[in-house]
């Protein structure tokens, strides 16, 4: 498990202010605390929430060519009547699922599209949830005239860009794909530059057997899911098809129950039926299934961390979540 330190908040002794944790990704994801840093901010007017700010520090770096592959892989295209540009660099890498995929240098313009692309899909989950106090919980009360107002906390998100020295909470590399036409798939550590595109994907209903689409899918939304900790939708809901899905991978029988059973089951964690396909509920519309919706389960990396900013045991259990905008209007009248 990673190691935690708490930096007091001044001279209240009610909170901690700054959370660090290190790097240490030797343990599972379900292992707490998640490995990110993280800021409360209090509140001092009635009118303003606290503020719960996730910090991931992210090394992120292009997936490098070099010229003995850029010299094979001409050689190939020469023999294949294929033609690359001249003045690129090529390689090739694989993705998450074992595949080769040929990928080229990147030019300047080409990287700073991906950034301002990845800067703008990473914002999604900026104030995405307010964390909403119990009522036997007072420790934010702020006085106002006859009556205590109590604020709510606004979650916010950043990525803070550090160089590879620099104690990255995760480092990730981006292969910029030669044939955008070719499927790339992507991990938490692993982009390629098609994520900067939000996608199409399909899932299958169970009960009319008719796909559905999901549009305005993010790759590096969904894989910012995962380095903050987040499985699948399916496996954060235990689904019944999900938890299938990994039993059979752990005992290797996917492959072996049929074409239909494998393209659903296939992956365990990662399979299809995880992602929210074949789900009667929402599932599949979910950011960390195949589209680009927030669910309240969604905040767990938040809730789940602030028994870390509070110097008094608190039960998160009674603590809510809401998805839209939750000012101070808690009254608690003396």
Not at 95 to 120: C, H, M, P, Q, Y
Not at 163 to 170: L, M, T, V, Y
Request: charged residues 20%.
């Amino acid at each position: 498990m990673g190691n935690i330190v708490q930096s007091p908040y001044g001279a209240d002794n009610n909170f901690f202010h700054h959370v660090t944790a290190d790097s240490d990704r030797s343990v599972e994801w379900e292992l707490k605390p998640q490995i990110f840093d993280s800021l409360l901010t209090k509140s001092f007017s009635p009118n303003t929430n606290f503020t719960l700010k996730i910090v991931m520090r992210m090394f992120l770096s292009q997936v490098p060519t070099n010229w003995g592959t850029d010299m094979y892989l001409r050689s190939v295209a020469v023999s294949q009547r294929r033609s690359l540009d001249p003045k690129a660099r090529y390689g090739y890498h694989r993705d998450s699922d074992n595949r080769f995929a040929i990928v080229k240098g990147w030019t300047t313009s080409e990287w700073d599209e991906f950034l301002f692309a990845f800067d703008t899909q990473a914002a999604r989950w900026d104030r995405k949830f307010w964390i909403i106090p119990p009522d036997d919980f007072n420790l934010f009360d702020i006085k106002s005239g006859n009556s205590n107002v109590r604020p709510n906390i606004a979650c916010e998100f950043d990525i803070a860009y550090v160089g590879a020295s620099e104690n990255p909470h995760i480092k990730v590399q981006v292969a910029n794909i030669h044939d955008p036409n070719e499927f790339f798939r992507s991990h938490m550590t692993l982009y390629s530059s098609e994520g900067r595109h939000l996608g199409e994907m399909a899932s299958m209903d169970p009960i009319t057997g008719l796909v559905r689409s999901h549009f305005n899918y993010s790759t590096i939304a969904h894989e910012i899911g995962h380095a903050i900790g987040l499985p699948h939708i399916g496996v954060i809901r235990s689904r019944p098809k999900c938890k299938l899905a990994v039993v059979l991978n752990d005992l290797s029988l996917a492959d072996k129950l049929g074409p239909l059973t494998a393209a659903l089951y296939k992956g365990g964690s990662n399979s299809n039926v995880c992602y929210g396909s074949m789900s009667p509920n929402d599932d599949a519309e979910n950011v960390m299934g195949m589209g680009s919706k927030f669910a309240v389960e969604n905040a767990s990396p938040w809730l789940e961390r602030l028994p870390f900013h509070i110097r008094t045991p608190i039960d998160i259990k009674k603590w809510k979540i809401s998805l839209s905008e939750a000012p101070p209007m808690s009254l608690v009248f003396k």
